[in-house]
């Protein structure tokens, strides 16, 4: 269990938002006020958001909404950039340039937090599939940092030199924003980065809270596609069929071999089967049954080991049920929706951390260890470029449904979940608050 903050302690976040604090580690003493007098607007902004979510690579009105808040602020936007990407530049002289990602996209989920704010949108998906849309990962939180931070930093000039890329990237539920962004040029048509920074909302630390997970923080994701191959025939005489039923019951079942009997103890490994499909009658045993599954795991060494069982367990099943050499299954790979783990940089990390905690306090920089999700910002540090890189974390749920979480044993809503809730208020401030802090240690005049 990751360690929470005392409830009284985490009260106090909720109701103060920023704190005192925010006045130190190079903040100027008027940021505070600044924020505050700023934050109802951020706040509508994010409800806004919220209301109207987007699925990946539909962004459009999110992207809009995103870069007429940067444009705004002052900031040179490029809109339409790889799709629905949104990219934002703001010179201020000599110096390092940092980009800021945030991510626009939202799931295909039925909210139901019962916010007043909450989302009533359904939409068709990319297969003209009719889909219900919420925001259930948090990244309208994510877009409401990124312009909060553009607008203090914007203000902010006289205590910072360098170059600010502020990015909106669009389908990362999906793993692809990110790669289409790089491949359509982003480190050639804008500045290359120094230095790549992003902060994820976590729902399992209270809101008022950041972490900072060491090395790496989100797995590798490989999506696989196994079709099971068979010989159909009638129900009442399976002796005359092969049946791609049972041999894909079985090959479930000797999957779950493979992180138990083949990854060493201790590495971090997972082999999921999420569908299996197969037949349309009681009666019929089909020609072929599918599966598809995700697998995580941290190192190439892991990743590639897991990918080689999944094939020569998916055969050997296959042998031992009799099917035919041309008949064995089939496992594919899907390229294109894989995305390598994301790791932070330790020097740019350990910096980040220190500017963070000088401008929040030690008490609500959270203990926080790395998770077998996936995320694509992985890809802004793995170009020729090896951008250093650095992920940390949000706490942004109610103190109050964390401690009542830990009295019942019942878990928190937790991300991808149609009933979590972030709460705005202590999460943007403290968000703002982190990423202006590090933004402004990082880009320091000399």
Known sequence: MIPRLPLVLLTSALVLGCGP????????????????????????????????????????????????ELRSAGY???????????????????????????D??????????????ASTVTT??????EVPVMHACGHDIHMTVLVGTARRMAAMKDRWSGTLVLIGQPAEEIVTGARNMLSAGLYRKFPTPSYAICLHDDAVNAAGTVGFPEGFVTSTSDSVDITVHGVGGHGSRPDMTKDPVVLASQIVLALQTIVSREIKPGE????????????????????????????RSYTEVVRQRLLGAIKRIAKGQAEAAGIPEDLLPTVVVLEGETTPATYNDPA??????????????AARVVPSEPVTGSEDFSQFGRTVERVPICFFRLGATSPELLAESERTGV????????????????TLRTGIT????????????N
Not at 104 to 117: F, H, I
Not at 269 to 285: L, P
Not at 348 to 361: D, E, I, P
């Open 76 to 102: 040179e936007v490029t809109e339409k950039f790889a799709g629905t990407g949104v990219v934002a530049v703001l010179r201020n002289g000599p110096g390092p340039v940092l980009l800021i990602r945030a």
């Open 348 to 361: 740019l990390t350990a910096r980040v951390r220190a500017a963070v905690l000088g401008a929040v306090g």
């Open 21 to 68: 604090a925010a006045r130190s580690a190079g903040l100027p003493p008027d940021f505070e006020g600044a924020l505050s007098a700023d934050y109802p607007s951020l706040e509508a902004f994010y409800k806004d958001l919220h209301l109207h979510p987007e699925l990946s690579l539909m962004e459009e009105r999110t992207a809009a909404r995103v870069a007429g």
């Open 268 to 295: 971090t490994a997972v082999v999921t089967v999420g569908t299996i499909s197969g037949g349309n009658k009681r009666n019929i045993i089909p020609d072929e049954v599918k599966l598809e599954l995700t697998v």
């Open 104 to 117: 626009m996209d939202a799931l295909p989920v039925r909210e139901a937090t019962g916010l007043p704010y």
């Open 434 to 445: 982190a990423m202006s802090a590090a933004a402004l240690d990082l880009l320091a005049k």
């Open 411 to 426: 878990p928190v809503p937790f991300l991808h979940s149609s009933k979590f809730a972030p709460v705005p208020g202590p």
């Open 124 to 129: 068709k998906n990319l297969s003209g599939k």
